[in-house]
């Protein structure tokens, strides 16, 4: 009998360890999603979830008091409070947990239950609890049973022009960064967080790409001389940064006049045969670019930011898309890092050490987003919260992409890499500033947009 049941743990025990998913939904989903079941209305109660309400009850009450002094009870129907749990349907499984739809109580919002989140998630022993609303009226919670990004499976790469899949999103979904719906980026984290990596994963995504890339890298160029075959430019002091800057400045008024002469809004709108090549600018710590050593640097440094503002503002018209990678992003760097920061409206937060660098990183999003982004373990680089246009906000751990894997798509993919002359020419007469000024006041700003 021992034997049987030894057998049986091994085989369970093998079965868990070598092909998890299945073991998961034949056998772990339907104790898990009795026990869920079982367990609601005391881990509603304790969560404050609950409401009384008015229910005809059968309860004994005290009746007479018999001459032995003892008091008789009686039992009766009668009104009485009683703690409702709100209604919970069948739990579905899901690639790494389960989710269940609920019916919110009169007086529940969303947030009552986001905010209940981390009790439910320890009360029921998961990783983490997400909760969503798809109408109203119903709340979804969605439980991680174990953390999904301590391992990430690689995903095929994306075929489409400037969509690069870098990662995994704690869904199990593809992490995508796709410059044509999100054209620029922040990407911040503390040091070892993981952000030369993602820059990493992104340059052996776009080398196999009709894309031009451009590198600012003013830690001495350690991070991108390394990839500098597939670079079309590479700076890595500030007088080559600031005269790469104006190249971009006039490429992109270049562009401006081309789509004004052939009335496109935006280089997407252009015939095929005359749409220039995109370009992406990867920057790496994007706080060097602001540093000033002394006094002389000033004229400079005010120059760079202004053109690298210019680029943000007008640069998704016209193929032109930002990568800014830094440790600390806060306006202590100077006037102009407040409005590039507007400019980028992805962003992506590794860990960080500091609530100020999570919140300028993610803006004014879901407060849990921020409390995530600030509880990133050490051991997990890479681990990261997205935030994009929708309001949405993800975790997500990009894949581990050494300097060497990226170096040798830089190398394999040096054939596609344009000469930076060639992409500055193409050249059409210059916009006025008059003209440049009128056509930065018309474009939206993406976050209010
Ligand atoms: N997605 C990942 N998966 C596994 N390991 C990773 C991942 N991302 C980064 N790492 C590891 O973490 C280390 C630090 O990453 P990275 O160099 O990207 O950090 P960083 O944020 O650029 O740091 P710094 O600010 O010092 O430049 C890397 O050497 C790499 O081994
Ligand atoms: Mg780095």
Not at 345 to 366: F, K, Q, W, Y
Request: glycine share 6%; proline share 7%; hydrophobic share 45%.
């Amino acid at each position: 009998m021992l034997g049987v049941l030894a057998a049986a743990a091994a085989g369970l025990w093998a079965w868990r360890r070598w092909h998890y998913p299945s073991f998961w939904l034949v056998v772990a989903f339907p104790l898990t999603a009795i026990s869920v079941r079982a367990t609601w209305r005391k881990i509603a109660l304790g969560c404050h979830l609950t409401k009384k309400r008015q229910r005809f009850w059968f309860t004994t009450v005290p009746g007479l008091v018999a001459s032995t002094g003892v008091v008789r009870v009686r039992r009766k129907w009668q009104r009485i409070a009683v703690d409702t749990k709100p209604f919970m349907w069948l739990p579905k499984p899901t690639r790494y947990g389960w989710r269940v739809t609920l019916h919110t109580l009169e007086g529940q919002i969303p947030a009552d239950y986001a905010d209940a989140a981390e009790r439910l998630a320890h009360s029921w022993g998961v990783h983490a609890i997400r909760v969503s609303s798809p109408r109203p009226g119903r709340v979804v919670l969605s439980a991680t049973v174990r953390d999904p990004l301590i391992r990430v499976e690689p995903l095929p790469t994306s075929p489409d022009l400037l969509k690069v899949i870098v990662g995994r999103l704690e869904t199990g979904g593809p992490w995508i960064i796709d410059f044509k719906t999100i054209p620029h980026w922040l990407n911040a984290g503390a040091t070892q967080s993981g952000k030369s990596n993602l820059a990493n994963a992104l340059v052996q995504g776009l080398a196999p790409q009709p894309v031009a890339l451009v590198g600012f890298d003013l830690k001495g160029g350690v991070e991108f001389t390394p990839y500098s075959p597939r670079l079309s430019a590479l700076s890595t002091t500030r007088d080559e940064c600031v005269g790469l800057l104006d190249d971009l400045v006039a490429l992109m008024t270049s562009r401006m006049a081309l789509c004004r002469d052939a009335g496109a809004r935006n280089i997407w709108q252009l015939p095929d045969n005359e749409r220039p090549m995109p370009v992406v600018v990867l920057v790496d710590e994007l706080a060097e670019l602001y540093l000033m050593a002394d006094k002389s640097e000033k004229d400079e440094i005010a120059k760079t930011s202004t053109a690298l503002l210019r680029v943000a503002q007008l640069g998704r018209a016209f193929g032109i898309y930002l990568f800014c990678c830094g440790q600390r992003i806060g306006s202590d760097l100077g006037p102009g890092v407040t409005a590039l920061r507007a400019q980028c409206s992805g962003r992506i937060c590794h860990r960080v050490n500091d609530p100020e660098t999570a919140t300028m990183t993610l803006g004014d999003l879901d407060p849990a987003a921020l409390a995530s982004a600030r509880a990133i373990p050490a051991e997990t680089p890479g681990v990261a919260i997205v935030a994009s246009q929708d309001g949405q906000w993800y975790r997500a751990r990009s894949f581990y992409v050494s300097e060497q894997v990226a170096e040798h798509a830089a190398n394999t993919w040096a054939h596609l890499a344009p000469a930076w002359t060639d992409v500055v020419a193409g050249h059409v007469p210059q916009m006025s500033d008059a003209d440049l000024a009128e056509l930065l006041d018309s474009i939206p700003d993406p976050r209010k947009a």
